[in-house]
């Protein structure tokens, strides 16, 4: 009787480390190890595992997008027209982002070519490279992320191919400014996403997300100043503001 006991806990403990195996080798990773975001639909198990211990609810949401839903008629304008590869929406974007920098890299470099002067003040620390921080950028198309406005969870709706949410994000790769001494720091940009459960922003269940925007610069020298490494017009956010 000791030895059934015994062999039926051993089998239980067995089941609860076998699942929980499955639980890490499953999750929701995407790959990219971002702050606020989990997972990556085009590159992630369709049924990994979320945040909040769950598998991605891919039935329910092919599901909703069959019965009447408020994402229904915008799916059905859009059905009429062919579908565009995922793959080259992800090219566009990634072409897209690198023209910009590009663009913004040659704004920055006229600008501190026309700032120089011999009246110049050395704290304004024009005629700086606009890139001091190391960083690299992708796409992904997140499953998971962080609502700004609600600081919980939420489920971004992804549905290969017909409806794919895809964001460009630029993360630091470096601690420390070059040439400059000073820190890096991460930035951060709301995005909007259809989520489950739905968000507050629009009829339609849309949420804020956060999602990484690149790296400014913080000389040590001056507490106040930031070096944008942008390159673009967006805000740049440390962290999630308190709510």
Same mark, same amino acid.
């Given at each position: *009787?000791?030895?059934?006991?015994?062999?039926?806990? $051993?089998?239980?403990?067995?089941?609860?480390?076998?699942?929980?195996?499955?639980?890490?080798?499953?999750?929701?990773?995407?790959?990219?190890?971002? &702050?606020?975001?989990?997972? %990556?639909?085009?590159?992630? %198990?369709?049924?990994?595992?979320?945040?909040? +211990?769950?598998?991605?609810?891919?039935?329910?949401?092919?599901?909703?997008?069959?019965?009447? +839903?408020?994402?229904?008629?915008?799916?059905?304008?859009?059905?009429?027209?062919?579908?565009?590869?995922?793959?080259?929406?992800?090219?566009?974007?990634?072409?897209?982002?690198?023209?910009?920098?590009?663009?913004?890299?040659?704004?920055?470099?006229?600008?501190?070519?026309?700032?120089? $002067?011999?009246?110049?003040?050395?704290?304004?620390?024009?005629?700086?490279?606009?890139?001091?921080?190391?960083?690299?950028?992708?796409?992904?198309?997140? *499953?998971?992320?962080?609502?700004?406005?609600?600081?919980?969870?939420?489920?971004? /709706?992804? &549905?290969?191919?017909?409806?794919?949410?895809?964001?460009?994000?630029?993360?630091?790769?470096?601690?420390?400014?070059?040439? /400059?001494?000073?820190?890096?720091?991460?930035?951060?940009?709301?995005?909007?996403?259809? /989520?489950?459960?739905?968000?507050?922003?629009?009829?339609?269940?849309?949420?804020? /997300?956060?999602?990484?925007?690149?790296?400014?610069?913080?000389?040590?020298?001056?507490?106040?100043?930031? *070096?944008? +490494?942008?390159?673009?017009?967006?805000?740049?956010?440390?962290?999630?503001?308190?709510?």
């Amino acid at each position: *009787m000791t030895r059934v006991r015994v062999s039926q806990k $051993s089998l239980v403990l067995c089941t609860l480390i076998n699942e929980a195996i499955s639980k890490l080798t499953n999750s929701c990773k995407g790959g990219s190890e971002l &702050k606020y975001l989990w997972g %990556d639909a085009l590159s992630d %198990d369709p049924s990994c595992v979320g945040p909040t +211990n769950h598998p991605y609810p891919t039935e329910a949401i092919a599901k909703s997008f069959k019965s009447n +839903n408020p994402w229904q008629g915008s799916f059905r304008t859009g059905r009429s027209q062919r579908t565009i590869d995922p793959y080259r929406t992800r090219s566009a974007l990634l072409a897209a982002y690198e023209q910009n920098r590009n663009d913004g890299d040659s704004l920055l470099s006229t600008s501190s070519r026309q700032a120089r $002067s011999p009246n110049l003040s050395t704290s304004t620390c024009s005629g700086t490279p606009g890139r001091l921080c190391k960083t690299r950028y992708n796409t992904t198309a997140p *499953m998971y992320g962080v609502s700004l406005t609600s600081g919980q969870p939420v489920t971004i /709706v992804q &549905k290969f191919p017909d409806l794919l949410q895809q964001v460009v994000f630029e993360v630091c790769e470096s601690s420390e400014c070059d040439l /400059v001494r000073g820190e890096c720091t991460q930035t951060y940009v709301p995005y909007l996403f259809l /989520v489950i459960p739905l968000g507050p922003v629009t009829l339609t269940g849309q949420d804020y /997300v956060l999602v990484e925007s690149g790296c400014v610069c913080r000389p040590k020298s001056s507490s106040n100043l930031l *070096m944008n +490494n942008n390159n673009n017009n967006q805000i740049p956010i440390s962290s999630i503001p308190k709510l």
